[in-house]
Every structure is written in C-alpha cells, then in structure tokens.
C-alpha cells in the first residue's frame, strides 16, 4: 500500500471514529509528513518554472521518481535530498523539534 493510500484509508477511518490502533496513528502520521514534503517540492519547483523532467534532470532523478515524491510517496534518502535540495537552489535544513511538555 502506497504511503497516499495508507494516509487515505487511516484518514477516512479517522474520520468515521474507528481508528484506534496505534499502527494506523503511525501510518498517518508518516503519511501526513511525506504529503508535506511532497508538497514543498511541488510549490519550490512551481516557484522556479521547472517541469518535473527539468527537475528530475538537474537532481539526478527520474521524472516518475519526482512525481511520486511530489504526491506523497516512496522514501527518499538524505542524499538525494541533498541533490534535490540543490536542485532546487534551496538549503535542506533537518531537524528535531521536541514534543510539548502536557
């Protein structure tokens, strides 16, 4: 199951009350993050005019490698992160933000 489907199915099942398995929380929590990075790609690459071939090139991708970042799927290593991230003449900034206290 792709990680769209996985966040839809959670996301739907969330929403009917019927989540409470902690594995579908997780499911939708990585679900949500990719969906996020997905989208930052998207809107920097729109930002800078290029198609996904001409990203994909300057990256060192594919074009159906970007496509399924940009909607959300597949893992990606900090490498090509990095490449992505020059690529996009942008830095890549990682890091941990600790949880509030309850």
Do not use: C
């Not at 074009?63 to 942008?90: F, H, K, M, W």
């Amino acid at each position: 199951m792709s990680g769209h489907s996985k966040w839809q199915t959670t996301r739907h099942r969330r929403l009917a009350g019927e989540v409470n398995d902690p594995e579908y929380a997780r499911f939708y929590e990585e679900a949500e993050a990719e969906q996020r990075l997905g989208q930052l790609v998207y809107d920097r690459r729109v930002a800078l005019g290029l198609s996904q071939a001409e990203l994909a090139e300057r990256a060192g991708m594919t074009q159906p490698q970007v496509s399924r970042l940009e909607t959300g799927g597949g893992n990606i290593t900090v490498a090509s992160l990095r490449r992505l991230a020059a690529a996009l003449n942008a830095d890549l900034a990682i890091g941990f933000t600790p949880h509030q206290a309850a």
